[in-house]
């Protein structure tokens, strides 16, 4: 009886313990470390106040690192992986590395080896691009920003081709370095990665 008992109370506990949510972590730089922004305003806490309105249940961790390469990033990767099990990877990093005028194919070969990674822990990955400012030069400006389509269908993974979509372009959304997004920004960044993001959600909902 005293078994039995206890059976009936371990199966009530598993069955009342709350469903932990899903985990979307953002691998990135300073564009999503928020870099001149309040902590409360950038485009990743925007996108968790987003999800929460919509009553979806999903953590958004933010494990950006300003001046954070690609090298830097899919080292950083794995353990990540293995502590949150995301299920959905959210990649948004090169931007230093052109900075820096490092080679575009080591970027797309970082960026194809974070994808693998992601998927091999059971996550989804997603590529949110980048583009240079044109006195890099067309040569290299264009290998850059290729290196981002390349990686996205080599593993045929989404990408959103520029991150900075009507923003880079326009002085009013742009801290006085002209690099990266003031707090005005914000939101538009979270509406240029959103529609990339909501069908990925969705599908872990069916």
């Known amino acids: 009886m005293a078994v039995r008992f206890l059976g009936l109370l371990l199966c009530l506990s598993i069955w009342l313990a709350p469903v932990q949510a899903a985990t979307l972590l953002v691998v990135g730089d300073s564009i999503s470390a928020g870099f001149g922004v309040?902590?409360?305003?950038?485009?990743?806490?925007?996108?968790?106040?987003?999800?929460?309105?919509?009553?979806?249940?999903?953590?958004?961790?933010?494990?950006?690192?300003?001046?954070?390469?690609?090298?830097?990033?899919?080292?950083?990767?794995?353990?990540?992986?293995?502590?949150?099990?995301?299920?959905?990877?959210?990649?948004?990093?090169?931007?230093?590395?052109?900075?820096?005028?490092?080679?575009?194919?080591?970027?797309?070969?970082?960026?194809?080896?974070?994808?693998?990674?992601?998927?091999?822990?059971?996550?989804?990955?997603?590529?949110?691009?980048?583009?240079?400012?044109?006195?890099?030069?067309?040569?290299?400006?264009q290998a850059f920003a290729e290196s981002f389509v390349l990686a996205a269908k080599a593993q045929d993974v989404p990408l959103l081709p520029f991150f900075l979509q009507d923003v880079a372009t326009n002085s009013a959304l742009m801290l006085g370095d002209g690099i990266h997004p003031n707090t005005a920004a914000q939101p538009q960044l979270l509406d240029n990665a959103w529609p990339l993001l909501v069908p990925l959600l969705d599908a872990a909902t069916q």
Request: avoid cysteine; charged fraction near 20%; aromatic fraction near 4%.
């Open 38 to 141: 309040e902590i409360d305003r950038g485009w990743v806490t925007l996108l968790q106040q987003r999800l929460n309105e919509q009553q979806r249940d999903v953590q958004v961790v933010n494990a950006s690192i300003s001046g954070d390469t690609s090298s830097g990033a899919l080292a950083r990767l794995p353990a990540l992986l293995a502590e949150l099990k995301p299920q959905w990877v959210v990649i948004e990093i090169g931007g230093n590395d052109g900075l820096r005028g490092q080679p575009p194919a080591l970027l797309q070969q970082n960026l194809e080896r974070m994808v693998e990674l992601t998927r091999a822990a059971g996550g989804t990955p997603v590529l949110l691009g980048m583009q240079l400012p044109p006195n890099y030069g067309p040569r290299y400006t």
